[in-house]
């Protein structure tokens, strides 16, 4: 072998080259190191800067390379063949390592791929960027790809490579702006980072991968490499036969669940996903909930956050354990006949060093400009929605929960601030739009293509806008002009309704209209009704805490609220800890107040609430037209000096109609009469107060006569004992 330089090596790699490369600064390693043809030979050029000798090993002969001038780890020699070899090295201390040489393998990026990406239309995104556990020409490793553009630079580092960025410099794939490197021997659970130099030659802070599929557990912040191949689903008859449990006839009932508090283990320690599969979904099926409905899951840094500022969008937090168990937590779900919907979080991202702000030393994924970049509500970075790259990435996302999850649903978070560009902005702190206005038409384009994308690939899904203005159409098709979600939340009608009965009885006759408002554009729509987390937090108290008098008519008023909101027009969602009243304010840090369930009035409103959705879901015209005018008929909507109001709930032409009354008053109303569409037998099918809920058990014997003769713009009426504080249900007994 050459004892000295030789004039093929010294012109493949000159000593500002072989320096670049001790450095670690040179932009592409590929193009130095591993096999090169050189006037006619193959050499291998080597760099390990814990070696001080190295040899290439092919079969069972050894061929030594020697040192580059300079040394510092860096080798070369000529190697006879064209087929796979091995290194091995030796260390200062006489160690010696055999290892596969990295930048001897091919790309596994494919020109479609590239194309795809360029374009920003790889909806399949996931499966080329990231980490990616494969065998690769045969040999076993991992595959790491990430988008960085601007970068000059890109090394991966971990606990495999001794976090040296000098080790394994990505190759870089040209106009996508992609960078990738499959290293062999790195697999399931390697803890690993990029090392990025920005275009102007500063090492940036070192980040997590955009489309990671594990992280650490926090406060630390690596990536995890996870293999999420290979799951076996057994949900095929739930997947074949959901889009039924999501339309806009079905009766959807959702529990709202933050995982790190809805339950906790001995010494405080989270509920793992596994325990989950048989708890939580045992739990909410015996409740009689149609779906749950989990707070973010996305990988996030601070528990503070809920998980709505997430930094691994693709990575399900493992703080209640890996990809697989999540799974685990779907499949029990679906095989109990009960949907999954995550809360999804693509209006913004924090500015957590590690995460995607400024990720190649540029405004790569938020704006530049914090006029239209920067929440200053939150601190947090905002989506770049017209790059196309940045949009690709999030469609992507949402179809990477609903392909390789099975999740059934997206409630997507903070749709307002999404909309409208000066949202929660003064005059001069935002950016009009090319027409001089608020609206935000790249984000309204981005949900538009995010939607299509979703019912595109997988139609029994659904999607749901938490929106908090009158944006129109938000749950209308985009051909029909709208923004193509399923549901949206119906935050009027919680505000409004949560108000009024948050005012003493007494008073409610001059609030009347907070509870009737909503009827008028209740089937504008298609509207859930949510009580959610953000209802019990921030001084806010429970719901319990938010109904007036002592503990009996705080229960009370919660049980006749309940009935209303069930009885009421829209899907219902309720969060955690108020189907049985919680007293105190959620605390994510804590589990919610099972303690409450000693108390037989809190137990008598977890009785209800299942009651509730029970009746619910088995009586059509309580859910068939929740999103159709015909289906509701004002009874009693003006009587605010009694605070009742009566309604008639319509299905199908075969299905029985449901007479709801409330009396949202401490009085008795013995004898309060009231228009029904026949004469003849009615029943009680539910009565908030009776004895079973914590109630007085006062009522109609559970049974009245209609009697002919029009009122309310009925034909027949009956009258009827309505208790103090409580919802009635009435349907033909026939």
Known sequence: MPT??????TAHLPE???????????????????????????WIVAFDPGAVAMAALIGRESVALYPVAGGGGLFAGPVPGDGAYLLQGTGPDGAVWVMEDPYRFAP??????????????????????????RVHEGVAGTHFAVWAPNARRVAVVGDFNGWDARRHVLRPRGATGVWEMF?????????????????????????????????????????????????????????????????????????????????????????????????????????????????PISEYPFDGSWGYQPVGLYAPTIRHGPPHEFRDLVDAAHLAGLGVILDWVPGHFPTDAHGLGRFDGTALYEHADPKEGFHRDWNTLIYNYGRREVRNYLIANALYWLEEYHVDGLRVDAVAS????????????????????????????????????????????????????????????????????????NMGWMNDTLRYMAEDPVNRKYHHDKVTFGLHYA???????????????????????????????????????????????????????????????????????????????????QRLVRDLNTLYRGTPALHVKDAEADGFDWLVGGDADHSVIAWLRRGGAADKPVVMLTNFTPVERPAYRIGLPHAGAWREALNTDAGLYGGGNRGNMGRIVAEDGASHGQPASAGLYLAPLSTLFLIPDD
């Open 108 to 133: 596994v990026l494919g020109e479609i791929d590239e194309y795809l990406i360029g374009e920003g239309t790889h909806h399949a995104l996931w499966r080329v960027l990231g980490a990616h556990v």
């Open 16 to 42: 500002r080259v072989a320096e670049a490369i001790r450095a670690g600064t040179h932009p592409d390693c590929f193009a130095v190191l591993g096999p090169h043809v050189l006037e006619g030979r193959r």
């Open 418 to 489: 999404m909309l409208y560009r000066d949202y929660s902005r003064e005059p001069g702190q935002w950016v009009p739009n090319k027409n001089g206005g608020n609206e935000n038409y790249e984000a309204v384009d981005f949900l538009r293509a995010m939607n299509v994308a979703a019912y595109g690939a997988h139609p029994g899904v659904m999607t749901v806008a938490e929106e908090s203005t009158s944006y129109p159409k938000v749950s209308a098709p985009v051909h029909d002009g709208g923004l193509g979600f399923g549901f949206k939340w």
């Open 183 to 295: 290293l062999p021997g790195v697999g399931e659970g390697a803890a690993y980072k990029y090392a990025i130099t920005g275009a102007g030659g500063a090492a940036l802070p070192l980040k997590a991968d955009p489309v990671g599929f594990g992280s650490q557990h926090p406060p630390e912040n690596a990536s995890v490499v996870r293999d999420i191949a290979g799951y076996g689903w057994r949900d095929g008859d739930w997947m074949d036969s959901r889009a039924g449990a999501h339309a806009r006839t079905a009766p959807i009932s959702i529990y709202e669940v933050h995982l790190g508090s809805w339950r906790r283990k001995a010494e405080g320690r989270r509920i793992s996903y596994r325990e989950a599969a048989e708890e939580l979904v045992g739990y909410a099926v015996e409740m009689g909930f149609t779906h749950l409905e989990l707070l």
């Open 4 to 9: 000295g330089p030789d004039s093929a090596l």
């Open 523 to 605: 089937f504008s729509e298609n509207f859930v009704l949510p009580i959610s987390h953000d209802e019990v937090v921030h001084g806010k108290g429970s719901m319990y805490t938010r109904m007036p008098g002592d503990h009996a008519t705080k229960l009370a008023n919660l049980r006749a609220y309940y009935g209303f909101m069930w009885g009421h027009p829209g899907k219902k969602l309720l969060f955690m800890g108020q189907e049985f009243g919680q007293v105190a304010e959620w605390n994510h840090d804590a589990e919610i107040g099972w303690h409450h369930l000693d108390d037989p009035g809190h137990k008598g409103v």
